[in-house]
């Protein structure tokens, strides 16, 4: 059984659409986050979530847009994709009060 | 400066030696230390986990945090062709619901 699971693995499409990408976790935790691994492998936070509520959400443009319809859900939803959206975008989760975070096995998004 | 830095390397090493990873940072506040495992196209793994300073013992892995000059390591003994992998320390200020600080990552490559 895979923890944090991510849909889809693979996504290539063309500059402009509006593309989602859909995380699960069965752990039961209570945060779950986004990061976005660049082609330098750098990986930064994007958004949190803490039981279905917006707690963090770090400088990123408005076309991305989190959802969370339950504590194990949480989608991103990308609207007007750009050539710098390309990389890799990371689901993970964690219990409430602690730093222990568990990844899914990213979504590698190609725009052209 | 970055909050974290990571020497990127490549590093590449005989089946069998003595590895150390090094991650330096600049925020003070940085109270708990992570290591995680990257292979290519996975998601990140959690390794280690420490808090505070001093050293942490898993297996061949060791991670130690010197606060005091900001630095934090990962040794791993009797190293293998299996710990091929990019290696990121990660970092945050307090526990839980606070996204955690990535360095670059180290590609680290186990020649048998």
């Known amino acids: 059984d895979t923890a944090v699971s991510q849909t889809p693995k693979y996504l290539v499409t063309q500059m402009g659409n509006d593309k989602s990408i859909k995380c699960e976790q069965n752990?039961?935790?209570?945060?779950m986050y986004w990061y976005k691994q660049d082609s330098k492998k750098f990986l930064k936070i994007m958004f949190s979530y803490n039981n279905k509520e917006l707690i963090i959400n770090e400088t990123v443009p408005n076309r991305f847009s989190p959802k969370s319809p339950d504590k194990a859900h949480l989608n991103l939803h990308i609207n007007s994709l750009e050539l710098g959206d390309s990389a890799v975008y990371f689901c993970a989760s964690s219990r409430q009060g602690t730093d222990i975070q568990y990844f899914g096995a990213g979504t590698r998004l190609s725009v052209l | 400066q970055k909050e974290v830095e990571q020497d990127p390397g490549p590093l590449s090493v005989p089946e069998g030696a003595i590895v150390s990873l090094n991650c330096t940072y600049s925020n003070s506040a940085f109270q708990y230390f992570m290591w995680y495992r990257q292979y290519s196209r996975k998601g990140p793994e959690l390794l280690m986990y420490?808090?505070?300073?001093g050293n942490k013992e898993d297996g061949r892995f060791t991670a130690q945090v010197d606060k005091s000059s900001k630095y934090i390591s990962l040794f791993i003994r009797d190293s293998q062709p299996s710990d091929s992998a990019t290696y990121l320390c990660?970092?945050?200020?307090?526990?839980?619901?606070?996204?955690?600080?990535f360095g670059k990552g180290t590609r680290l490559s186990v020649i048998a």
């Open positions: 420490t808090y505070s300073s």
């Open positions: 990660a970092m945050a200020p307090s526990s839980g619901n606070t996204p955690l600080v």
């Open positions: 752990l039961g935790h209570d945060t």
